[in-house]
């Protein structure tokens, strides 16, 4: 196999560029730029991570610390550039795995995630502003909550060997109950309802933003009518 299927196996759903002379043949949305002794040095030693750093910018959007990775997308803090209309927002980026690109039933699932998601305006649910492609990457503008999971919060306290405050818990309901409400009554332009089911309330997908506010996000796996293929219960 080439040194750059290799190395792309290796950087699997990264962001990535490589310091050095161009390789020939390795075209990429990432900019691969290592001469072939050093990708091969890389591989041998498995030290490929050490001489990579993620790229700046996805479009227009200049990327910052990865927030969160999963095995569809990775979530980075973003910018939008001066005179934008998102400027000024604090904003992350989701984007789908580069190998998934050419995937249509994971580009289709991504697509309406941020489809049903940039539709619904609710402090409860993490808002979305866009949903594009650049430079061959999918990806989805959103709400970027300054805070922690539930998932994190839960483990802190398993730590820390204290129990989850009866009244956090049940403001954690009140909240993520409120949120889905909205979600299962939410309607069409006609005032038909479309049957959303988020499907995928899980710690990870509750955000506690430090104003003690909490964001469902995640619609990845959401059910409706409003899909043009829908996914099965199991």
């Known amino acids: 196999r080439s040194l750059c299927s290799r190395l792309r196996d290796l950087l699997s759903g990264q962001i990535v560029r490589i310091k050095g002379p161009t390789v020939e043949g390795c075209k990429s949305s990432a900019n691969w730029t290592m001469d072939s002794e050093q990708i091969r040095s890389m591989l041998v030693s498995g030290r490929g991570f050490l001489m990579v750093e993620r790229t700046s910018t996805v479009g227009r959007f200049e990327l910052g610390e990865r927030i969160a990775a999963g095995g569809m997308a990775t979530v980075h803090a973003a910018e939008a550039p001066a005179g934008d209309r998102l400027n000024g927002f604090p904003l992350a980026l989701k984007i789908l795995h580069e190998h998934l690109a050419d995937e249509s039933d994971f580009v289709r699932m991504f697509l309406d995630e941020g489809k049903i998601a940039s539709r619904m305006a609710h402090p409860g649910i993490v808002r979305v502003y866009e949903v594009g492609e650049a430079d061959g990457r999918h990806y989805i503008a959103m709400e970027r909550v ?78 409706g009518g409003h899909r043009a293929e829908k996914t099965r219960t199991g």
């Open 146 to 223: 300054d805070g922690y999971n539930l998932a994190q919060v839960l483990t802190a306290h398993r730590a820390a060997n204290k129990r989850f405050p009866a009244a956090a818990v049940f403001g954690v309901l009140r909240q993520v109950l409120g949120a889905l409400a909205y979600v299962h009554g939410f309607s069409d332009k006609r005032g038909r309802n479309i049957g959303i089911v988020h499907r995928d309330i899980s710690p990870q997908n509750v955000l506690i933003g430090r104003d003690e506010k909490l964001r469902i996000a995640d619609f990845g796996i959401a059910r």
